[in-house]
């Protein structure tokens, strides 16, 4: 099993990972042994590994999810000793590598946990509520067809970096589950502000925030209370800065909604 | 069966506008009265699902990731391309044309590109005005950047991530008929089989991936947009789940598949670092504009380098092989994905690669740094080095990256006529699922193009020409084909878990994957390919008798989905090997080692085979039915590529 660094030594593990058989049952924390794991694997890769073994054992695999193995598509949902993603800053689960365990660790692998994400089974987690937000006005009301040329509104380069920032949310959840109120309040805001920013976005803004909100609340995401801890732990460094935006985008809607229905 | 690609009459810049005005339409009132299902929420799969719900039909749309965002799509990086001639350096619908029937070594259908290059336009549009923050200037304009086979800057692009934007911006528009009802998503949830009513395409059948329950849908027309098929070698660039079930299922019940043996190598990967590898990532093509690809000039040097006992920065120059610059002046590192994953290969195969297991060239971006300076380099491609470091822990700003070439792309696909419609009425295929647009070779920036172009502009249009032919009657699903179909996924599902042999999945899929890579990889000869055949069938067997599936159906089991895509991959991999033992020729991606220049490259014969091969099912283990389409080539001048 050794990688590409003739150097890095294989490592034991002790893993204690989370088995929940579905949505009714209760879960609980199971350990497993695992030997000679390469500095050069990633975390997934580890799991894999292990997977392998309990299937030829005639045990079942712990299942999770993932789907890239780059951290761009957000399917992969980790929480490792009691971090979102594990313990390096600005990494997805699937980016991380062994090499950041030593010989002899014990590692805790958890789903993320919020009531808003109910556990499917193991790992896996239900995290459709955030789809349901975006329907509820994520997007700029246009048809296919018939738009304006790409160019004839300029937008400056600051403001459309700006935009681009917030866009860049992979839609992990990693916020909710490191917030103590389990609170969804920068995803929600990335979405908010990159739309507000666009010349494009501006005619719904104000509903949108309201209808963002709104569904927000009704999944049952908990109140922000400015710990951020979510923005330590998103994978692509979306800012608190965008709370604060959502939150001004709010005051003003609500103080003159257009939102009639 | 007679293959008609229903090719419109008329000049190639004419035959799009013409068709748009002979189709038929459906009355807006009686949009409402057909259900659509896409398969696929990926870029050809959202838009076109979008699109469709606008127009006011009922549309379901399918994917076996928890989001529909999640599409494999999402990870595209570099940029997408589009004829709007905004640097204003000589680019026009034309060009693009011109360079994608070239790109792909004439091996595509002139009339689908023309039409790519036509509707290019305005998906940049559609972008920008849903929201897709693409890079622009400082005068607030929107940035271009160059790519492979083009010698202009038609290449948009939204940081390292542009496919995430695009995928957003579709998903965004997905998400606004959901909210209207028009579009209902069913996410986690598996297309199993198609299912056929007096010979159309009536519906499908799907496992839901929670509960394991197998469930009926039917519709009036089904489009599949499930991607590429790259990861039948097991390793590719591709995401995890990517596979080719849905487009194989349809094949076996009658849909012909086209070149499968067509796919793309990309030149500059991170190797393989050991054997629980799972994926492999790509860097982006554009390192190559300031990267220098060499290897040690001897076997002896690249010997002691892999041992250990000497360091890259010990290597003089003169002992360095630049092999691209050496061979190819003229283009020097910049040649073309193909010439450049084989000549890496060559090197290696030399005894020459780098790196513990000796399949690896260095990309050294030393000359570049002492030139522009480290904070130039790092601007350009900050983000790359730091993946690049994150993966392999080494720092690509002290010393060469190591890269070898990747599976990344699949040209082949279900065959489609000019309307997308595949073989079977009533079904469409769009996206990497499909065949249509790249020829042989794609060139970079083209998939994001294709995808959109099917969804948002091509698909809408053509369906409703198909549906206005239609009844409105819907199909029960308590009808025995649904029962009958319903009936075969279970069975195959129970055979899978009965089966209770000793092999884990993924043990069948990484020796498929082996075997494949070797045979039927970046050259491919008759020997191997019958070698590849035999063994192909050996393990097929193998898997049938041997596999492993833990747990049971009525379930999440990520084992029993794999197994599923596994299965259909082994089939799919043996007829991709017919077809490049079919194809005698050396074209874009596929280069068949009898084939060529006395210079080793790639040797076209337009004689024999300027045509799609389109194969027909015949029964698993039987030999499958070639059809062949003539290609037609009025515009574009046939030539041998050459990048000396
Ligand atoms: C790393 C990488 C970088 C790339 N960069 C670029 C680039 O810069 N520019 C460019 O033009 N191209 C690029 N490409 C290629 C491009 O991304 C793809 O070709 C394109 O996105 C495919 O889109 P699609 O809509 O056809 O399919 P996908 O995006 O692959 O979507 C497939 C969809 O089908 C669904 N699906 C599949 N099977 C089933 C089933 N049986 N049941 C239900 N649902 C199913 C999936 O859930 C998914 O929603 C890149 C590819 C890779 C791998
Ligand atoms: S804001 Fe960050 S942590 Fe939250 S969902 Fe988006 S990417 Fe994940
Ligand atoms: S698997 Fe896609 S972000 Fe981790």
């Given at each position: 099993m050794a990688g590409s660094n003739p150097n890095a030594k294989p490592m034991n593990l002790t893993l204690k990972v989370w088995r929940q058989k579905n949505r009714d049952t209760a879960g609980q924390l199971v350990s497993y042994p695992v030997k000679n794991v390469s500095p050069d694997m990633s975390f997934l890769e580890m799991l894999d590994v292990l997977n392998d073994d309990l299937e030829i054992r005639n045990e079942e695999p712990i299942a999770f999810d993932h789907d890239c193995r780059e951290g761009i598509c957000g399917a992969c949902s980790l929480f490792i000793n009691g971090r979102a993603h594990g313990p390096e800053r600005g990494t997805t689960t699937c980016q991380l590598?062994?090499?950041?365990?030593?010989?002899?660790?014990?590692?805790?692998?958890?789903?993320?946990?919020?009531?808003?994400?109910p556990v499917h089974k193991d790992l896996v987690v239900?995290?459709?509520?955030?789809?349901?937000?975006?329907?509820?006005?994520?997007?700029?009301?246009?048809?296919?067809?018939?738009?304006?040329?790409?160019?004839?509104?300029p937008i400056p380069k600051t403001v459309a970096d700006k935009a681009f920032d917030a866009a860049t949310c992979i839609q992990c959840g990693a916020c909710v589950a490191a917030c103590k109120n389990a609170s969804a309040m920068l995803f929600v805001s990335a979405k908010v502000s990159q739309l507000a920013l666009l010349p494009q976005g501006k005619t719904e803004r104000k509903t949108r925030v309201e209808n963002m909100v709104a569904q927000m609340d009704i999944e049952g995401f908990g109140a922000c209370t400015n710990t951020g801890a979510c923005a330590a732990e998103c994978p692509v460094g979306i800012s608190l800065e965008n709370i604060n935006k959502l939150r001004r985008e709010f005051i003003v809607a609500k103080a003159t909604s257009e939102n009639v229905a | 069966m007679i293959l008609d690609s229903k090719i419109p009459e008329g000049p190639v810049a004419e035959k799009w506008d013409k068709h748009k005005f002979n189709v038929k339409l459906v009355n807006p009132a009686n949009k409402r009265k057909y259900d659509i299902i896409v398969v696929g929420t990926g870029l050809a799969g959202a838009s076109a699902a979008a699109t469709l719900g606008e127009l006011g039909y009922n549309v379901k749309a399918f994917c076996f990731q928890d989001s529909p965002r999640r599409a494999h799509s999402i990870a595209a990086q570099g940029g997408i391309n589009a004829a709007k001639n905004y640097q204003n350096d000589g680019d026009s619908v034309y060009r693009l044309f011109y360079d994608t029937v070239k790109g792909g070594d004439y091996r595509s259908r002139e009339a689908n590109?023309?039409?790519?290059?036509?509707v290019s336009v305005n998906i940049i549009d559609q972008c920008v005005a849903q929201g897709v923050p693409f890079a622009r200037d400082y005068g607030g304009l929107l940035a271009n950047r160059s790519f492979?086979?083009?010698?202009?800057?038609?290449?948009?692009?939204?940081?390292?991530?542009?496919?995430?934007?695009?995928?957003?911006?579709?998903?965004?528009?997905?998400?606004?008929?959901?909210?209207y009802g028009k579009v209902k998503v069913f996410p986690r949830t598996e297309m199993l089989d198609l299912v056929m009513v007096d010979?159309?395409?009536?519906?499908?059948?799907?496992?839901?991936?929670?509960?394991?329950?197998?469930?009926?849908?039917?519709?009036?027309?089904?489009?599949?947009?499930?991607?590429?098929?790259?990861?039948?070698?097991?390793?590719?660039?591709?995401?995890?789940?990517?596979?080719?079930?849905?487009?194989?299922?349809?094949?076996?019940?009658?849909?012909?598949?086209?070149?499968p043996c067509f796919t793309q190598i990309h030149p500059t990967c991170i190797p393989v670092s050991g054997e629980y590898q799972s994926k492999l990532t790509l860097m982006s093509e554009s390192l190559r504009n300031d990267g220098r690809v060499w290897v040690p000039k001897t076997v002896e040097i690249a010997e002691r380098l892999r041992k250990g006992e000497i360091s890259v920065n010990d290597i003089g120059e003169a002992d360095r092989d630049y092999f691209l610059e050496r061979k190819y002046p003229a283009f020097g590192n910049l040649v073309p994905r193909d010439v450049a994953s084989r000549n890496a290969k060559l090197a290696c195969d030399e005894g020459r690669g780098v790196g513990s297991t000796g399949l690896a060239v260095y990309l050294d971006f030393a000359d570049a740094i002492k030139r522009d300076g480290q904070a130039a380099i790092a601007a350009k491609y900050g983000n790359l080095f730091e993946m690049y470091a994150k993966i392999t822990d080494e720092n690509p700003y002290e010393r060469p990256m190591r890269i070898y070439p990747a599976v990344h792309y699949?040209?082949?696909?279900?065959?489609?006529?000019?309307?997308?419609?595949?073989?079977?009425?009533?079904?469409?295929?769009?996206?990497?699922?499909n065949f249509s647009d790249h020829g042989a070779n794609r060139l970079g920036a083209s998939a994001l193009m294709q995808g959109l172009a099917?969804?948002?502009?091509?698909?809408?249009?053509?369906?409703?020409?198909?549906?206005?032919?239609?009844?409105?009657?819907?199909?029960?699903?308590?009808?025995?084909?649904?029962?009958?179909?319903?009936?075969?996924?279970?069975?195959k599902n129970n055979q899978l878990l009965s089966i209770q042999g000793t092999r884990t999945v993924d043990s069948f899929?990484?020796?498929?994957g082996l075997i494949m890579w070797e045979h039927c990889g970046m050259a491919r000869n008759e020997e191997g390919l019958r070698f590849a055949k035999q063994e192909i069938r050996r393990i097929r067997e193998a898997f049938w008798s041997d596999v492993k599936v833990t747990g049971v159906g009525e379930e999440l089991n990520q084992t029993l989905e794999r197994a599923n895509r596994v299965a259909d991959f082994i089939e799919l991999a043996e007829l991709m090997v017919d077809d490049a033992q079919n194809r005698n020729e050396s074209c874009g991606g596929h280069f068949r080692e009898e084939s060529q220049t006395p210079e080793n490259e790639a040797l076209r014969d337009d004689e024999n085979y300027a045509y799609v091969a389109a194969w027909e099912f015949t029964g698993v283990g039987n030999e499958p039915r070639l059809h062949k389409e003539d290609l037609e080539f009025e515009n574009v001048k046939l030539t041998q590529r050459s990048y000396k």
């Open positions: 590598h062994m090499r950041h365990f030593k010989d002899g660790d014990t590692i805790t692998i958890e789903p993320w946990r919020a009531a808003a994400f239900d995290r459709s509520a955030f789809d349901r937000i975006q329907q509820a006005g994520g997007y700029i009301s246009v048809n296919t067809g018939g738009v304006p040329d790409a160019n004839e509104i | 590109v023309y039409r790519l290059a036509q492979g086979g083009a010698q202009v800057s038609r290449t948009f692009y939204a940081r390292g991530q542009t496919g995430q934007q695009l995928l957003l911006g579709a998903y965004s528009a997905l998400n606004r008929q959901v909210a010979g159309k395409a009536r519906g499908i059948v799907t496992r839901n991936l929670i509960t394991g329950k197998i469930e009926s849908h039917s519709a009036h027309a089904v489009i599949l947009a499930t991607g590429g098929y790259g990861n039948v070698f097991f390793l590719s660039t591709n995401a995890m789940g990517s596979n080719t079930t849905a487009a194989w299922r349809a094949y076996k019940k009658g849909a012909l598949f086209a070149n699949t040209m082949g696909g279900l065959w489609v006529d000019y309307n997308l419609m595949t073989t079977i009425p009533g079904l469409y295929a769009a996206g990497e699922c099917d969804g948002y502009f091509v698909i809408p249009y053509t369906i409703g020409d198909y549906l206005a032919k239609m009844p409105y009657d819907k199909v029960p699903t308590d009808h025995p084909a649904f029962r009958e179909a319903e009936q075969a996924v279970i069975d899929h990484k020796e498929l």
